[in-house]
């Protein structure tokens, strides 16, 4: 039998979860589904709100990527999101089905751990993506990590590849 995979073997958080998503429904519907997953300390809040907060004590931050526009100058890249936060200890997940946007890109670059939703993703898939961010691992595979893609702000829109918080650079020395 195969040992568990790192996003397998995680359990529910042990901190309190935010989820960050502007659309009400979707953020209520994702947040039922981890509570019946066994997530039991997790709010729904919009972006505004989620930075505000940021300063609060730590926990998990579910990110939807699709929500994340901040304001200003650098409205619509979601690292205006992570880093606050990133800053004030949070581990951020970045949902979205952004695989080779400059959205996804920037979320990793800010030190956002990724999920890539995908249409045949369960629930039950999601929960474990979510407990194992929680936990300190990524779920997002290496490889996956360390794909290059397009980044706002940098010539040729091609970023660096992304290594998870923590985690030596995956690149060829």
């Known amino acids: 039998m195969r040992p568990p995979r790192t996003s397998e073997a995680a359990g529910p958080p042990r901190h309190p979860t935010v989820i960050i998503d502007d659309h009400e429904l979707a953020g209520t519907a994702l947040r039922d589904a981890l509570v ?3 997530v039991t300390d997790c709010t729904v809040v919009a972006v505004a709100e989620a930075l505000t907060r940021a300063d ?5 931050a579910v990110l939807d990527l699709s929500s994340a526009a901040g304001s200003g100058p650098r409205a619509g890249d979601p690292a205006a999101v992570v880093e ?11 949902l979205g089905d952004h695989r080779g946007t400059a959205s996804f890109g920037s979320a990793l670059a800010a030190g956002a751990y990724g999920h890539n939703l995908t249409a045949g993703d369960s629930l039950a898939t999601l929960a474990r993506a979510v407990a194992s961010a929680a936990q300190g691992r990524d779920p997002m595979c290496p490889a996956e990590r360390a794909r290059p ?12 590849p992304r290594r998870a918080p923590g985690q ?5 020395a």
Do not use: F, K, M, N
């Open 56 to 60: 609060q004590a730590p926990g998990l």
């Open 168 to 172: 030596p650079d995956p690149r060829p």
């Open 149 to 160: 893609r397009p980044s706002p702000g940098r010539p040729g829109g091609e970023s660096a």
């Open 36 to 38: 019946e997953h066994g």
């Open 84 to 94: 606050p936060l990133r800053r004030h200890g949070w581990t951020v997940l970045a």
